[in-house]
């Protein structure tokens, strides 16, 4: 056979050797290599020297080249490496009986179990849910915590943050939730924790107990591309359970430590620094990740916690600012509370949930106005009843505020091994106020009736 016709002939066939590329630069975050072309966002497989692997995600595309970061360290990489365009995306492998497992951000287990069988796999990067096919909420979520069941309460698919210092108690809040809450499935996403947290946080918040829970960790020695990564990760996978109609409850610890991955991340691509060293990216990630929680029309929904670390408890922080922006209300943990035993830590007057209006009923409603305003009352005139400043009997709204002020401080307290429906959490409400004096305007309705009961009868002409 002539040279021309075995050319002609292989010339339809599909090349079937796979194309790479050969690193020619490595710097501390980013590396370059050349000879294919991937796009923006592909992941790459280099091959070491050693013949092992690692996996890295293209950042920069120049024309002949491209840069891309690794998902572990640069260490063990080295000039002349083959790498190779893995998958056109980043997916994460998922099944139904990955409920009791703690996965790394690329669905690895971590916790000495064999690895996922029967997987399928799903883009880690996914568009939030459609504007129109957004399902509207109307179902309340309950928390198994008194005080936001009571007084801030969640809807299905609702977004709330938390937002506290370090040690105020948000661990182990979060632990009450997922132990608390009625979801069928719980997606838990540690971010930037340090390592010994992650045990002390599944036995000591948890309870040990992982049934219908997955956990994906990516702790503080990870990459930050770990650490970024592994929030969309826990994402996809509740976005998983939630297309098979299934009411997911995602909790993420800290969005904070997530922003700081992509700090680092923007500035080693060479970003500018705006407020707090945070590049512009990090405020644009954040509404990617937040808004795939919610419901969806004909699926189940998402409803999220993402805990958001306020240094110094500054609650203008360029992070806190801008989840505040995003999510549909906030739950302060105040330092101060834990100075007088309350726990969980609840400042409910700082704190808000945008959609209680709608999720509850006119009754309970007068309730959260009347623990508020009569809490706010209380906390106005503190100091004057402290000093002994305040004469019983000067304001009977008050005198009634102070009255009831031990069974609303009691309200707020709730052990961490206790469960409080949203029922119970009700009913503790209402009888708070069961002594609650008649409105002026109502004791002069009910006067006047007793008035005209009291009335003789006059004759008729
Ligand atoms: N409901 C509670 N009942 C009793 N003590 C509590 C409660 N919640 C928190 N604490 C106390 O507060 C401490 C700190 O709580 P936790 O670890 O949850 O805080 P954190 O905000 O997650 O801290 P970090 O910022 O270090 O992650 C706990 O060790 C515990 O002693
Ligand atoms: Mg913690």
Do not use: W
Not at 95 to 113: A, E, H, S, T, W
Not at 175 to 199: H, N, S, T, W
């Amino acid at each position: 056979m002539s040279l021309d016709t075995l050319k002609s002939k292989l010339a339809h066939r599909p090349n079937l050797s796979p194309q790479y590329g050969v690193i020619y630069k490595i710097t501390p975050t980013i590396i370059y290599a050349k000879g294919i072309t991937p796009s923006v966002g592909d992941i790459i497989k280099a091959i070491h020297k050693d013949s092992s692997e690692s996996l890295g995600i293209v950042t920069l595309s120049e024309s002949g080249s491209f840069g891309f970061s690794p998902f572990g360290f640069v260490e063990g990489f080295s000039i002349s490496d083959k790498v190779f365009i893995e998958k056109n995306e980043l997916s994460f492998p998922v099944c139904d009986d990955m409920l009791g497992r703690v996965l790394d951000p690329l669905g690895q287990p971590i916790d000495d179990k064999p690895p996922l069988q029967n997987t399928i796999s799903v883009p880690i990067i996914a568009p939030p849910i459609r504007a129109l096919r957004r399902g509207i909420i109307d179902e309340v979520f309950d928390v198994g915590v008194r005080s936001i069941n009571g007084l801030l309460t969640c809807g299905k698919g609702q977004k709330m943050g938390i937002f506290a210092g370090s040690g105020v108690g948000k661990s182990t809040l979060m632990g009450m939730i997922v132990k608390g809450c009625d979801a069928p499935v719980k997606v838990i996403a540690l971010i930037g924790e340090r390592g010994r947290e992650v045990p002390e946080f599944i036995h000591k918040s948890l309870g040990g107990d992982l049934s219908s829970t997955v956990l994906i960790v990516a702790t503080s020695d990870d990459s930050p591309l770990m650490r970024k990564y592994g929030a969309f990760s826990a994402m996809a996978v509740a976005e998983y359970f939630k297309s098979q109609g299934k009411d997911v409850l995602f909790i993420m610890d800290s969005v904070t430590r997530f922003a700081m991955a992509q700090r680092e991340i923007g500035l080693a691509l060479g970003e500018p620094p705006t407020s707090k060293g945070y590049p512009p990216s990090v405020l644009t990630i954040m509404p990617q990740l937040m808004e795939r929680a919610g419901k969806e029309e004909g699926k189940g929904s998402i409803t999220a916690f993402f805990t958001v670390l306020v240094e110094g408890d500054d609650l203008s922080d360029p992070i806190a600012d801008q989840a505040r922006s995003i999510l549909d209300g906030h739950i302060i943990l105040d330092r101060n509370l834990t100075d007088f035993g309350v726990y969980p830590p609840i400042d409910v007057l700082s704190s808000a949930s945008r959609l209680s209006n709608d999720i509850t009923t006119k009754e309970h409603k007068e309730l959260v106005r009347d623990f508020r305003r009569y809490y706010a009352l209380i906390k106005e005139n503190e100091i004057l009843v402290r000093i002994g400043s305040y004469q019983k009997g000067a304001d009977s709204e008050l005198d009634y505020a102070l009255s009831i002020q031990p069974k609303m401080q009691e309200y707020l307290k709730q052990n961490e091994d206790e469960n409080i429906n949203f029922e119970k959490s009700v009913a503790d409400l209402r009888a708070i106020f069961a002594s609650k004096p008649a409105s002026r305007a109502q004791s002069q309705a009910q006067a006047q009736a007793s008035l005209q009961q009291n009335l003789p009868d006059l004759p008729q002409e």
